[in-house]
């Protein structure tokens, strides 16, 4: 009985510090970090196209944190300055990511502007990246014999279009490139000061 108890305050001391640690503080250090002032808020269009990424799980293979370069050379690869807290102002929830199948997409607006682009890369990745690994996704787009008024008709490269029909975006598909067009933390924000070598 002796060795129990002992066992059940010392696992129970391990999860208070680790939740002081992890959670109270934490959030007692950024409850009031307020946004930075060149952050935009999200529009009703970009929130929808965030729930899109969110439902693809574009999120599985693709982080929106670019590190620091005493981490990672994420600045060298193009991906943009180490992400501060305040840049998730907006974001609940955030979608960090853990891996890096894909690129870090935090500044992808930034990176890659085109609509055009991005709704024929969602539409067949090979097409525009040879022998790229994100999967295709076909179904946030129809193919038609030929486009109403009001269709925004995709753009592909030669040999990528089905035969003899034209592939038009889904309103779902239009709110994700908007999503994607609008992740652009490239603003200023203030570095943390290095401290003087001796
Ligand atoms: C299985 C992993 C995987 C998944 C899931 C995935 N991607 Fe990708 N993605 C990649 C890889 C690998 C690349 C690099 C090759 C390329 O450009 O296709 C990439 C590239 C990209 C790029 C271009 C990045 C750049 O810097 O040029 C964008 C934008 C993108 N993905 C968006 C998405 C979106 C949006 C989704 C969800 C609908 C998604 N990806 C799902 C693996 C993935």
């Given at each position: 009985m002796h060795d129990e108890l002992k066992l059940l305050s010392g696992a129970m001391v391990t999860l208070a510090l680790a939740t002081?640690?992890?959670v109270v503080l934490p959030f007692i250090q950024l409850k009031a970090v307020p946004p930075p002032p060149g952050l935009k808020a999200y529009t009703s269009a970009q929130l929808r196209g965030r729930e899109v990424y969110?439902?693809?799980g574009c999120i599985y293979c693709h982080?929106?944190?670019p590190r620091d370069k005493a981490q990672a050379p994420d600045d060298t690869?193009?991906?943009g300055r180490a992400s501060?807290?305040?840049d998730y102002f907006y974001d609940k929830p955030h979608l960090l990511g853990t891996m890096r199948t894909g690129p870090d997409l935090f500044n992808i607006g930034a990176r890659q502007p085109s609509a055009d682009w991005h709704l024929g890369h969602l539409y067949q990745p090979r097409a525009y990246?040879?022998?790229s690994i994100m999967p295709s996704y076909p179904y946030l787009f129809e193919a038609k014999e030929k486009a109403d008024p009001g269709d925004r008709v995709v753009t592909l490269p030669p040999g990528f279009k089905p035969v003899g029909k034209i592939v038009v975006a889904t309103q779902e598909v239009l709110d994700l490139v908007?999503?994607?067009q609008g992740l652009d933390h490239t603003y200023p924000v203030l570095e943390a000061v290095e401290p003087k070598k001796k």
């Open positions: 002081a640690g992890l969110i439902k693809n982080s929106q944190q690869r193009g991906w501060v807290a305040a990246t040879p022998g908007t999503y994607l």
